[in-house]
C-alpha cells in the first residue's frame, strides 16, 4: 500500500528564515506531487505541482520554491520567511487516472 | 478565475438524520468532483470522488453530481457524533488535473 510521509510535523521560525519541508510517497512510480497550504479557517490553496522529476509548476506567485530531485520526493522551500507564510502546508500525491488525491499528515508552520 | 463555493455553515444535524452539503463550481472544464472530511488539526480524508452526472453511494455516503447546473452535493445518511467535521469539496482541471478547493463546510451532528 501506499504511503506519504511530511516533516517536520510542527515547526515555529522567526521571520527571515529560511524553510525546507519534505514530502515522500512510498510504494507508488511517477505519482503526480502537490503542494498546498491552508491559513487558519480557511480552505486549501494549491502552491506547486509536479507530473515528474524535475518539473515544477506554480500556482500562485509567493515567497517559495518547489524541487523534486527524485520520483518520490517533494520539496518546499523558502529564502526568507514573511508572517503571512504562517499555515498548515500538505503535501499530496496522485495515482490518476481520476486524479483522487491522498494528503499526507502536514506541517504545521508558524512564523513569529 | 476558477472557483468552488461551499455554505461555511456550521451546520447541525441531530443524530440519526440526513446532512446534506452542497458546492457549486465555476469551471465547466472540470472533470472530477471530490468530498473530503477534515477534522480539526488533521489533514484531509478522501470519502468519495465522481465524474459522472446522477448519483453515486458509498454505504452512508452518496455524492451527487448535475453538470448542467454545475453543482455537486454529499449525502450522509444516519449521521453519526463522529461525522463531525469540516467537509471540503473539491473540482479537478487543467494537464495535471489540479484540485479547486472550496472553503468547507463545519458539519456538527449532535448526540
Known amino acids: 500500500s501506499q504511503t506519504i510521509h511530511q516533516w517536520p510535523a510542527t515547526l515555529v521560525q522567526p521571520v527571515g528564515s529560511p524553510l525546507s519541508l519534505e514530502c515522500t510517497v512510498e510504494?507508488?512510480?511517477?505519482?503526480?506531487l502537490y503542494w498546498y497550504r491552508q491559513a487558519a479557517g480557511r480552505g486549501l490553496q494549491l502552491l506547486f505541482y509536479?507530473?515528474?522529476?524535475?518539473?515544477i509548476s506554480s500556482e500562485v506567485p509567493q515567497n517559495l520554491s518547489a524541487s523534486r530531485p527524485q520520483d518520490r520526493q517533494f520539496i518546499l522551500s523558502s529564502k526568507k520567511l514573511l508572517l503571512s507564510d504562517s499555515g498548515f502546508y500538505l503535501c499530496?500525491?496522485?495515482?490518476?487516472?481520476?486524479?483522487?488525491?491522498?494528503f499526507g499528515p502536514g506541517t504545521r508552520l508558524t512564523v513569529l | 478565475q476558477k472557483e468552488v463555493e461551499q455554505n461555511s455553515g456550521p451546520l447541525s444535524v441531530p443524530e440519526g438524520a440526513i446532512a446534506s452539503l452542497n458546492c457549486t463550481y465555476s469551471?465547466?472544464?472540470?472533470?472530477?468532483f471530490f468530498w473530503y472530511r477534515q477534522y480539526s488539526g488533521k489533514s484531509p480524508e478522501l470519502i468519495m470522488f465522481?465524474?459522472?452526472?446522477g448519483d453515486k453511494e458509498d454505504g452512508r455516503f452518496t455524492a451527487q453530481l448535475n453538470k448542467a447546473s454545475q453543482y455537486v452535493s454529499l449525502l450522509i445518511r444516519d449521521s453519526q457524533p463522529s461525522d463531525s467535521a469540516t467537509y471540503l469539496c473539491?473540482?479537478?482541471?487543467?494537464?495535471?488535473?489540479?484540485?479547486?478547493f472550496g472553503s468547507g463546510t463545519q458539519l456538527t451532528v449532535l448526540p
Open positions: 469551471d465547466r472544464g472540470s472533470q472530477s
Open positions: 510504494g507508488t512510480s511517477n505519482p503526480n
Open positions: 465522481i465524474y459522472s452526472n
Open positions: 499530496a500525491w496522485s495515482p490518476g487516472p481520476y486524479n483522487e488525491q491522498f
Open positions: 473539491a473540482a479537478s482541471s487543467g494537464s495535471a488535473r489540479q484540485l479547486t
Open positions: 509536479s507530473v515528474g522529476i524535475g518539473q
